[in-house]
């Protein structure tokens, strides 16, 4: 079935009604975000191939920032230009952000983060199944060969034994480029390392006065080179809010971290909440706004290259060997919240009807989120 003509408005508000839902819907950190993306506008509405997916999800993890956040960024620049990026970015981040708000008022008015275990209690085990299946069809198109196949194996290995996952990132894009072009090895050595980042650990004797301008500028600088994991965010929102600058306690740093991972949408929302802390609605909207900007400006930026790198056979097996270490990536990820997820016969049975639904039926991934939370919430009333 073919795809009818839309204009460009009835692009961008097609783009505004998904990322907005996922914005809501959105559990589980990147790997689940991006499963999700895939299971919305590869398989359902069929708007870009699996290849063209992965391309993206590999230029993602070439750049700093939020992976999933510019994801919904590149998918919105390749259904609608410039505006497009625009839209899909801002509505994938304003429900999150909105949330996170919240969350931020409820703990400076009462001292405590409102519990929310029962509603992931139901929402995990989806997240696993949607992961799952979105891992199962992009492998089949990333695997091309023993070579690769055994470089995925290989990062998957490493990574569940604690290496970094920048280095394996370099790694997996490094290993298949030479295995591709053997024929080209004289002359091209020169290897790259990721870029290490060291923070100061000195503690400040007082706190420094807060400004707004000095919040927004050190989420801008956070946003503009952070890699990595939340454990990576974690260590730059220390170093600079609890050591350096004497804004907050650790203890009110962890809380932030924690809202971060169990609200929906992007976990960059944790300087949404610092920045209502320390600042209100102001600080909330200024250091939201600093900490995603540079996402924006890295994909336009990089977007308009992906085509290139597919027309250079070095950068092509390069954008190879990344797309096949993000999926190994993605599931050792998946694996780590399996074995949190899936706890005892409810979660198993969630889990396992949400991978038949999935395979068997066009049902939608972010629906069956809504039906765990829904599942969670019950079985907190029912207690």
């Not at 799952?132 to 995925?152: E, K």
């Not at 400040?204 to 890699?227: D, H, N, Q, R």
């Amino acid at each position: 079935m073919t795809e009818e003509p839309l204009t460009a408005g009835g692009r961008l508000t097609e783009l505004a009604a998904l990322f907005l839902r996922l914005g809501i819907l959105g559990f589980g950190g990147p790997a689940a975000h991006i499963a999700m993306m895939r299971d919305e506008v590869v398989r359902r509405r069929r708007w870009m191939t699996d290849q063209a997916f992965l391309d993206l999800v590999g230029a993602t993890n070439l750049i700093p920032g939020p992976n999933s956040t510019e994801m919904a960024i590149h998918i919105g620049y390749a259904r609608a230009g410039w505006r497009g990026l625009l839209v899909a970015g801002t509505c994938f981040i304003i429900p999150a952000m909105v949330i996170v708000m919240a969350f931020a008022w409820a703990y400076a008015t009462y001292g405590t983060v409102p519990e929310a275990v029962s509603l992931l209690y139901g929402i995990k085990p989806v997240i696993i199944a949607v992961v799952a299946q979105a891992l199962w069809a992009l492998g089949r198109t990333a695997i091309r060969g023993w070579r690769s196949a055994a470089v995925g194996v290989a990062i998957l290995a490493l990574f569940l034994a604690g290496v970094h996952e920048l280095v394996l990132l370099a790694a997996g894009g490094l290993a298949v480029m030479l295995m591709v072009n053997t024929r080209h090895l004289r002359g091209s050595a020169a290897g790259f390392a990721p870029t290490a980042l060291w923070t100061s650990a000195a503690a400040i004797a007082a706190p420094a006065p807060f400004a707004l301008s000095t919040l927004t500028l050190v989420f801008l600088k956070i946003g503009a080179v952070l890699y990595g994991s939340g454990y990576v965010l974690l260590a730059f929102l220390r170093a600079d809010f609890v050591l350096r600058l004497g804004w907050l306690s650790d203890r009110q740093l962890l809380d932030a971290i924690a809202v971060g991972q169990f609200t929906p949408g992007p976990v960059f929302t944790t300087a949404t909440f610092i920045g209502y802390l320390l600042g209100g609605v102001r600080g909330a909207v200024a250091a939201t706004v600093a900490i995603f900007f540079p996402a924006f400006v890295f994909v336009a930026v990089s977007h308009p290259f992906i085509p290139r790198l597919r027309r250079s056979p070095w950068a092509n097996a390069l954008l190879d060997g990344i797309n096949v270490a993000s999926l190994a990536l993605m599931a050792g990820v998946t694996w780590q919240l399996g074995r949190v997820a899936v706890t005892d016969v409810t979660t198993a049975a969630l889990a396992l009807a949400s991978v038949v639904l999935l395979v068997r039926t066009p049902v939608n991934s972010a629906w069956l989120v809504a039906t765990g939370a829904a599942i969670g919430l019950a079985r907190l009333w029912l207690r």
